[in-house]
């Protein structure tokens, strides 16, 4: 049973997100930092530059970034952090969307290879098998009580974040494979 969060409230988590970042904030940050997961807003607006536009946001589109400057930037925040960044951590604390990343790129162990980063040795996600990663998304469920978030998984989900944003596109759509839904 899907319980519909109400616009008003939609409206509201986005624009104090915005408040906090100085800036509308991209899709990967409502999932990592907001109050709700990003598929409310797609649900209720169709799209993330729609849901930002009704929120009085504009949608900050940036021309082509260089190879070079993306590169740059997952180098420095692996130097800050010590170990290869995350999908995940790079949403939080990068200056660029992962999914920045796996469109320029192919993948996030793609970019990671680029940037002269090793890849995180957690399996790869095309060795392993889609009703494997659906199987681990309801245990998880299951022990959380309610459909895990990209935090949840990262912390307590026996594969990366980046194994279903990489096998499925985009975390919206591996929890539509798995039939789970965020609110």
Request: aromatic share 6%; proline share 3%; charged share 20%.
């Given at each position: 049973m899907s319980r519909s969060i109400p616009e008003v409230d939609l409206i509201a988590a986005l624009k104090s997100l915005a408040g906090d970042l100085g800036r509308p904030p991209t899709r990967d940050e409502?999932?990592?930092?907001?109050?709700y997961s990003a598929t409310p807003y797609y649900r209720q607006f169709g799209s993330w530059p729609s849901a930002l536009k009704r929120?009085?946001?504009?949608?900050?589109?940036?021309?082509?970034?260089p190879d070079e400057e993306l590169l740059a930037a997952l180098?420095?925040?692996?130097?800050?952090?010590t170990h290869p960044p995350r999908q995940q951590e790079m949403a939080t604390r990068g200056p660029f969307s992962p999914s920045t990343y796996r469109r320029r790129f192919g993948s996030?162990?793609?970019?990671?290879e680029k940037a002269g980063l090793e890849p995180d040795a957690r399996p790869s996600p095309n060795r392993i098998e889609q009703a494997e990663l659906i199987r681990a998304l309801h245990q998880l469920t299951r022990e959380l009580g309610r459909p895990p978030t990209q935090s949840d998984v990262e912390t307590h989900g026996p594969y990366s974040i980046d194994v279903y944003h990489d096998r499925f596109g985009s975390w919206s759509n591996a929890l539509k494979k798995a039939n789970l839904q965020l609110e």
């Open positions: 409502m999932e990592a930092q907001g109050a929120a009085g946001l504009e949608p900050q589109y940036r021309q082509e970034i180098q420095n925040l692996a130097d800050e952090l996030w162990a793609t970019s990671l």
